[in-house]
């Protein structure tokens, strides 16, 4: 039998930072250092190759442009290898995951990004572990050869996210992500068990359509008792924003001063889009249910249903980019795209 391959690609973050002897901060590096303090990688039946960005960056530096970077790595080889491994910072391995799940349209294979929270030469390293399980669920098959993860994923500390379900949750614990709404697809103890029922069905007719752009007139703006007016209106009323990840309270509530109504009622008829997204860390918007949240569904602002931050801005950014009219974009927030919300698939 053909032996699967993988194809690493190597962005940097920590997993392969050495610490600069005068400063003692990390800083990035190559490629090569990275493989030769994992030998074990030698140990897979499996035909790895790699790629590397050049230079490899902090993940904090990632851009829309870096994101073409990848798409255009992952397109190029979509067809030679089986799954892909993603390394990448921890910061922003949330939205860069959540940009690839919709760029990357109607992908069939495993992309799956890992890091880690010690580089892979400190002795406590948990990166080893994360690379290793990577690569194992980047390979795997289901008993008729097809892909057992078909999808866009972070795998770290033993459990698979989807990708665009996903936020970094902690900066210290090597338990750095969380998917609140979201299953795990698999998690890795002495096997790797796979919650199938959770993992996108693999769809043999889907062709992968890759899209590189991205548009970055977009701004994720927090609510907070006592938001000031002028603020608000300094906002909403640039000519540079299209689109407004609005992060409110609880299951999707604003204050009701008359004036922050009409501001936002205002942009929407402007053909800005309104996304509306809890600060809460789970649960879902549901602007009906107070006269709180009701209230904006008339200043034309769309629920963003339970929708990370790092998916909602990604997925506005995605399809703003693709140029479609207003009214299809505010419809498409509304429907699951890429498994990033809890409603219905587009029709
Ligand atoms: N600053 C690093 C990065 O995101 C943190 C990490 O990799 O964990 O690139």
Known sequence: MKKSSVLLIYTGGTIGMVQNART???????????????PEIELFNLNISAVSFNPPIDSSDMSPAHWQELVQI???????????????????????????????????????????????????????????????????????????????CIYFANKLLRGNRCTKRDAGSFDAFVSNNYPPLA?????????????????????????YHMEQGIIIFSLFPGIKEDVVKAVLRSNEIKGVIFRTFGAGNAPQAKWLIEELARASSEGKIIINITQCAGGSVEMERYETGRQLIEAGVVSGNDSTVEAALTKLMYLLGKGLPTDTIRRLMGCNISGEISAPEKP
Do not use: W
């Open 24 to 38: 003692g901060a990390l800083e990035s590096f190559n490629f090569e250092h990275l493989m030769q303090q994992i």
């Open 74 to 152: 992952i397109s190029d080889n979509y067809n030679v290898y089986d799954g892909f491994v993603v390394l990448h910072g921890t910061d922003t391995m949330a939205f860069t995951a959540s940009a690839m799940s919709f760029m990357l349209e109607n992908i069939m294979k495993p992309v799956i990004f890992t890091g880690s929270q010690l580089p892979v030469g400190a002795l406590r390293t948990d990166g080893k572990e994360n690379l290793i399980t990577a690569i194992e669920i980047a390979a795997a098959k289901n008993a008729d050869g097809t892909p057992a993860v078909p999808e866009v």
């Open 187 to 211: 998690t890795a103890g002495t096997t790797i068990t796979y919650n199938h029922c959770y993992i996108r069905p693999y769809n043999e007719k889907a062709t992968l359509t890759p899209q």
